[in-house]
């Protein structure tokens, strides 16, 4: 993961921001105990211990360990438990045992933070602007594994019977439904995208290039669950006309019946499990929890498609990218319903939006020396883009321009979609 080049003042924002974001993901893990902090449930993801390790090993290896004279790391057993993909800081433990370290404990986990964090402050204000540059990346970094520590913990519980809230909340279901859909028509012609050079970005996120659309229309918020119980209840996972030829296998092969976390009682209503636990499907609110496959044969049942980067990206530049259902601080979140008005709303929170592009390079893309120009253009290759964020992505970490992606079939991140068509 690498950043596009940007002058970083010695200033206190940074150095609060660093701190602001430490600081949300020990209140993320504050309800866990050091067995639920402990635990994998699945290769996809990860044990919350390992996110609060791993996003410390960043600042100590590539700030303090590369810049700081004299720095001595917290354990030398570290660097080989919380690498995770930096094939040039040697070898690491495997993905799929990470649920294997019972040792060190979480309070342990919690030492080695409060041991990083303690000498980011004493040596910030000596740190060459390279190693601020890297300050700013790791608070982007961390507030990635924020979201991956929320949709994680949320796995690994939805496979307890018990169904247990991680935050408890008392639910409000929403009477009015859901807002018209509407169709905008979006903008065509030549365009230009990515990440214009104000500001953070990934180095995924650019150059800056042009793009040509051709004549189409956004619906105006995204699919609801209502609108997805009338899928199921038309047998659209059971129709293998709608569906891609990968997807319908997976259907065939995992018994996917509807989206992830829903569950059926025996009169027939559906339930989601949240962090909140387990709770009647809100009809108004975004359906989530799809994968690009569900997603794909949605839209061919409604007789639309998926929007391409370029369209979501050229029709979210003028939004306040700041706005929406995101996460602010620890506690219960749900997607909300959308609130209506004259444009597209939803664009940014509440589910990350699938696309129908491939995850692939710019034209010019280069990814940065070293190792942190390893994790956005080695994964280029059978994932998809998704964009706008979703309510467990921290506030002011996404933007039009950013690029998340995934597997076709992953489907454990809070992923909806919102539909389009040609013109």
């Known amino acids: 993961m690498s950043t596009q080049p940007n002058s970083i003042p010695h200033d ?7 701190r602001a974001t430490r600081e949300l993901t020990l209140a993320l893990a504050a309800p866990l105990s050091d067995a639920d902090a ?4 699945m290769e996809d993801a990860s044990p919350s211990k390992w996110h609060m390790a791993h996003t410390s090993w960043f600042f100590e290896t590539f700030v303090l360990r590369d810049f700081v004279d004299g720095y001595e790391p917290f354990d030398e057993q570290f660097a080989f438990l919380f690498n995770s993909y930096y094939e040039a800081e040697g070898e690491r433990h495997e993905r799929c045992h990470r649920g294997m370290i019972t040792r060190p404990s979480l309070d342990q986990v919690r030492d080695y933070r ?10 910030f204000y000596a740190l060459p602007d390279e190693a601020l540059t890297l300050v700013e990346l790791g608070i982007h970094h961390e507030q990635q594994h924020q979201e991956l520590f929320q949709t994680d913990i949320l796995h690994l519980f939805s496979r307890n ?21 509407r169709w905008i028509e979006g903008r065509s012609g030549v365009v230009d995208l990515g990440h214009d050079g104000g500001g953070f970005a990934y180095d995924c996120e650019g150059p800056r290039h042009q793009a040509l659309l051709t004549p189409h229309a956004l619906a105006s918020r995204c699919v609801t669950n209502g609108e997805w119980k009338a899928f199921i209840a038309d047998g659209g996972y059971s129709d293998p006309m709608l569906w891609l030829s990968d997807g319908w296998a997976w259907v065939q092969a995992e018994g996917i019946a509807a989206p992830l976390y829903w569950r059926q009682d025996d009169e027939g209503r559906w339930h989601q499990f ?3 636990g387990l709770q009647p499907v809100d009809d108004a609110a975004p359906v989530c929890h799809i994968s690009l496959y569900e997603a794909d ?56 939006e699938w696309t129908g592009s491939a995850f692939r390079p710019y034209p010019g893309f280069k990814p940065a020396e070293g190792a942190v ?25 996404v933007r039009a321009c950013y690029r998340n992606f995934f597997y076709p079939h992953q489907r454990w991140q809070f992923t909806g979609l919102r539909l389009a068509k040609d013109l």
Not at 38 to 41: A, E, G, I, L, N
Not at 373 to 391: I, P, T
Request: charged share 20%.
């Open 12 to 18: 206190d924002a940074l150095l609060r921001d660093f």
């Open 38 to 41: 402990t635990v994998q449930s």
């Open 114 to 123: 409060a041991h990083v964090d303690a000498a980011i402050g004493e040596h």
């Open 161 to 181: 019977p018990t169904a247990p809230a991680l935050w408890p909340a008392p639910r409000r279901l929403h009477e009015a439904p859901a807002p018209e859909l």
């Open 274 to 276: 949240g962090l909140d």
């Open 297 to 352: 044969a949605y839209a061919s049942w409604a007789g639309a498609r998926l929007p391409t980067e370029a369209e979501w990206e050229s029709a979210a530049q003028q939004l306040d990218a700041s706005g929406g259902n995101q996460l602010d601080e620890a506690g219960g979140i749900r997607p909300a319903p959308a609130k209506g008005g004259d444009g597209p709303s939803q664009m940014f929170g509440d589910v990350w």
């Open 373 to 397: 120009g390893e994790y956005n253009g080695k994964f280029m290759s059978g994932q998809f883009v998704l964009k706008g964020g979703s309510c467990a992505s921290p506030r002011g970490h």
